[in-house]
């Protein structure tokens, strides 16, 4: 009943709302028209100065700077001339709208569970963690891994400039390592749970990369690098799909196309967005000739260029191509396959309007769906190719495959688990309704 009355009050909280903001934009439609198509302007120069260069990219970089100092103008005009029962209508709206959230998420608890699943485990017996001291700016020295490692009795291995990581991981296995960690980069995450995959040994991940979305995948902390080594002690453990680029293992992902030949270039790192742009006109401009990259879609149709793919162990959620967005599981034993072709004379103010607005899946160009195996080739010698972040060139055809239940990953029992984004405003509405009936939210 707690449940039915809380869906029945987010439910009238919301449309409270809604006929609040209804009501005030009545009287502000001249203000919201102009702003809106403003912010269209801005968007399409400043795509249009991202894709050329010379005097078109001047100029185009010059109307998007206006357009937006318009928009900033007419909010701040529209703010100043706020009365006090504008304002009150305003905190109306907030507290209204943040009293229909916490009510859904009440109602909708089931949905927003995050518990880690597996099966408990003791504590390991041998426990082994390999650390790369330079990886996340030096995340193992700032949180002394070597010494917390050490008193929960795990051997801790740093990564010396000359080591190779992999025979390092061999040899722990070598010396009677039940329990085979990594402290670093999803690329050293990957090489090492290769290794523990080989040998069926269990696996901790210890995020003290830059990104660790392995770790955000796995239900980690990524702010709680040292709590991560709890895993080694009494945990919960579980069984995971990786995935396979012809003998190359991967943990998170693989990237053609655009993104791919960005990163390949050694400014990228220290200026990622200077080298972007600087390359853009080359890669999606007018006259940039399409990639060559050839591959089925489902039901066997050909497909001959696509301008972005990505390749994913399990299937992600995404909201956009450059945040990559989570994955719900990684034990669905399929690859997650992602595709972008754009029409280079029309398609690109639409695309980054998608991106810009989280919402990359309504673009026309964008293709998702799921497989066991894929197969990309191309008539080019070497691809260009981005795996779990590192800038790789491979020759084609390109074999992905999943390997299912691969790996047998620890992880403390306190983990917050995988975090489930609360559903969207399409999907709360059916589910808070189907509550209020009586019914569970989901319908699976």
Known sequence: MGRRLAAAGALIGLVAALVAVVLATFRNVGLLVLTAVLVLVAVVAAWTALVHRGAVRAIAGVVAGLALLAVVVLLVVAVLQLDGAAVGRIVL?????????????????????????????????????????????????????????????????????????????????????????????????????????????????VPAGTRNHFALDLGLDRDDVVGALDAFGTAVERRIDLAAIGDR????????????????????????????????????????????????????????????????????????????????????????????????????????????????????????????????????????????????QLPPPLMFRTLPGALRVRVPVDAPGVAQPAPKLGEAVPALLRVLAGHPARTG
């Open 249 to 392: 293992i991967f943990v998170n992902n693989a990237s053609l196309g655009v993104y791919a030949r960005v990163v390949q270039s050694d400014a990228y790192r220290d200026a990622k967005l200077a080298t972007a742009a600087q390359m853009l006109p080359d890669l999606l401009g007018p006259d940039a000739p399409p990639f060559d990259l050839r591959f089925e879609r489902p039901g066997g149709e050909p497909t001959t260029s696509a301008d972005m793919v990505l390749v994913s162990n399990g299937v992600y959620r995404l909201d956009s191509m450059t945040g990559f967005g989570t994955r719900p599981r990684l034990d669905g034993g399929v690859l997650g396959v992602v595709t972008v072709s754009v029409d280079r004379a029309r398609d690109l103010p639409a695309l980054v309007s998608a991106e810009a607005t989280g919402r990359i899946s309504r673009f026309r160009g964008y293709r998702a769906w799921s497989v066991p195996q894929l197969v990309i080739d191309s008539g080019e010698p070497l691809l260009d190719v981005g795996v779990d972040g590192e800038a790789l």
């Open 93 to 205: 709206v907030v507290l209204l709208v943040l009293a229909s959230a916490a009510a859904a998420r009440y109602a909708l608890a089931d949905e927003l569970d995050t518990a880690p699943a597996g099966r408990p485990v003791g504590p390991a017996r041998h426990g082994v963690l390999l650390m790369n001291p330079r990886s996340g700016g030096g995340k193992a020295a700032r949180f002394d891994l070597a010494g917390e490692a050490r008193r929960r009795g795990v051997d801790a291995v740093p990564l010396l400039p000359g080591d190779d990581l992999r025979v390092l991981a061999e040899d722990a296995v070598a010396a009677g390592a039940d329990v085979l960690g990594m402290a670093g980069g999803d690329g050293s995450q990957a090489l090492v749970a290769d290794v523990a995959r080989r040998f069926g040994l269990a696996y901790v991940c």
